[in-house]
């Protein structure tokens, strides 16, 4: 049995009941408001730069052609110029799709055992769609919910949000990005609860990201369609973080405090779990370098001559020291000095 989802689950609950108590508390509001915010805004900038950093100093000598397209070759071998670009255009091109369409999702295949013993692969469609809808709606609501730093709501926003409505049910309006992301994000969680080959490969790295990012479209949906936040007094509070003059209205309530406290968590969170893949997508030398080895030779950085200490010039360096602790050394450090003794009185004799 897989527990790491209860594990999550639990995680997610008490984060919820930590900000919802929390922010009761005197002082509950300058440590949710504004103390956490800031921490894991800054936790997320040094965190993320850190790891690309770390990232682009590790070396790739050679070129990982991708397999599952022909390299460009002889004239009459037919290359697959999207799947295994030779040139930086062919990259760019075979990059943007990867970005935006998440192209080797949507070639993927599940690979199940149909009337008893027959081996079928089936085209992963729902994952891919699921995916797809997941990070657009993600990104049209963080675009959105730029209104509430911005003064005055610049007008691409404004136009953003009518067609994020153009439903014009409800009020206030249902605005389809918020809706989309809670169903892809359910989507993608019960995939990996109720799909038992899922379940099996899910740590709770795979679960926890996806029950705070459903926490955070759960409390904004609940926010805006039910408990009817002061959206007035949440602006207030969104500008004063961005401009560096916090600022706490009364009657903002306890679910908005929870809210951008599961939004701290995760930019927190971030830079140290799977979600980096963010950046690494842009990383990833299967993806960003032109398969050219037939026609470029790639010399690998650590070929010979390679600078290497041998255990000659190891010991030489700290003999003295290793006798001290008592560790064997090849040369005793007597022998040493006589010989160099000697070889000093070589070599004055041949001056
Ligand atoms: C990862 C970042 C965030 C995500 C994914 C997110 C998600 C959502 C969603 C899905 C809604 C429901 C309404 C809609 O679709 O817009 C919502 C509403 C809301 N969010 Fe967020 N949110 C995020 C960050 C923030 C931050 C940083 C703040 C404030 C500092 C905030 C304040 C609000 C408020 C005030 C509402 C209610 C808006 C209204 O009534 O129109 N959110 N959020």
Redesign the pocket.
Known sequence: MNVNYMVSLMAVIVLFLLAYLGVKVPGGQVLFGVIIPYVAIITFIVGVIYRVIDWGRSPVPFRIPSTCGQQKSLPWIKQATLDNPSTTAGVIVRMILEILLFRSLFRNTKCELKEGDKLSYEWEKWLWLGALAFHYA?AT??I??LR?FLEPVPVYLQFLEKIDGFLQVGL?GV?L??VV??AAVTYLLLRRIFIPQVRYISLASDFFPLFLIFG??FT??L??YFSK?D?VG?KE??MG?ATFHPSLPEGVGAL?YV??FF?SV?LAYFPFSKLMHMAGIFFSPTRNLPGNSRAVRHINPWNYPVEVHTYEEYEDEFREKMVEVGLPVEKEIVAESAESTESNGESEEKE
Request: hydrophobic content about 70%; proline content about 3%; cysteine-free.
């Open positions: 993600f609501v963080l959105r919910h509430l206030p605005l990005s918020g992301l809670l955070v479209a904004g949906i926010m805006r936040v959206v949440a509070i969104a973080l908005f809210h951008l939004v995760l």
